[in-house]
């Protein structure tokens, strides 16, 4: 595993993290969980993100991951970064969602918890509010980090006007933000487009999340749809979304990966760490055997011009 600092700060995060949103709720098996938890620590993943209501059901993969902290890594603590946020939906009730002060820091609270944790890495403010001043959010982030119970903060979905704002606010608080959360893969650019050019004059660090698009960037729908993949939970990805234009796109970027010596899903993660300012990329994963996969892109991040434009020609036919 190689390690990039996130922004100017001197955090160093791992080209690739694992990202707890499916697969790691009370639903799934605990066992793969765990297998996945420990593979990936074994292989230089230091960097977990979770979020209060990754499920299902909602807020139990922090259950998942705190007692797999606690019954086999635990006396790693200091070798990680953890990371939880608050923003969407967390509870019923005009305090449990949204980015007031009174939502994050009760949250946040839960959140250590469920987890067993004394305190985050980075907590995040999962989203932007329109129906806060940004002034409320950013204060909560900078006097979670006073009580202790996070050591940076970060932001996630932003939009690059209100990213500016909130990275000048944390500044001047002096709890700088270390890094945005952003959705980017090959076919979702518009983030690189708006929001990594601020992180980069901010001095933050840059996460993508959803860099396989969830599953899209893969060989797993190139023929069919298996069961038990995400696009048959029918959540967040539907088996309507799994068009024969979108499988024909896949089967394009498919063969510019074979020939490059790699899966799609490789090809998607070294796509992205090659774009200068990006710190990691946030995947998941359902089995050991897809984390494994998707640790290789690392073998080869270097495009050459011609590939670059093949990608570009792949996703625009
Ligand atoms: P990905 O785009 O990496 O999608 C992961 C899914 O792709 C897996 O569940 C699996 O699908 C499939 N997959 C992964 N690797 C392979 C492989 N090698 N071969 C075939 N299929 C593969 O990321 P996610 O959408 O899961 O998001 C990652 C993380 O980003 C989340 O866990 C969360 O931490 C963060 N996130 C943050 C958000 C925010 O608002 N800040 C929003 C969304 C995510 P299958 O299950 O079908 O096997």
Known sequence: MDYRFSGKSGLQLP???LGLWHNFGSVDPYENARAMLLHAWENGVTHFDIANNYGPEPCSAEKTFGRVLKEDLFAHRDQMIVSSKAGYWGWDGPYGNGG???YLIASCDQSLKRTGLEYFDIFYSHRYDPETPIEETMQALVDIVRAGKALYVGISNYPADKQKEACEYLRQAHVPCLIGQYKANIIAQQTLIENLPV???QGTGFI???PLAQGLLTDRYLNGIPEGSRATKEVFLHRAQITQEVVERSQRLNQIAQQR???????????LLAQKGVTSVLIGASSVNQLDNNLHALDNTTFTQQELDAI???IKE
């Open 100 to 102: 007031s002060r009174k």
């Open 199 to 201: 992180a980069i004059d």
């Open 312 to 314: 570009n020609d792949a």
């Open 261 to 271: 010596g790699q899966s799609l899903a490789q090809m998607a993660l070294a796509w």
């Open 208 to 210: 993508c999340f959803s």
């Open 15 to 17: 080209l690739i993290s």
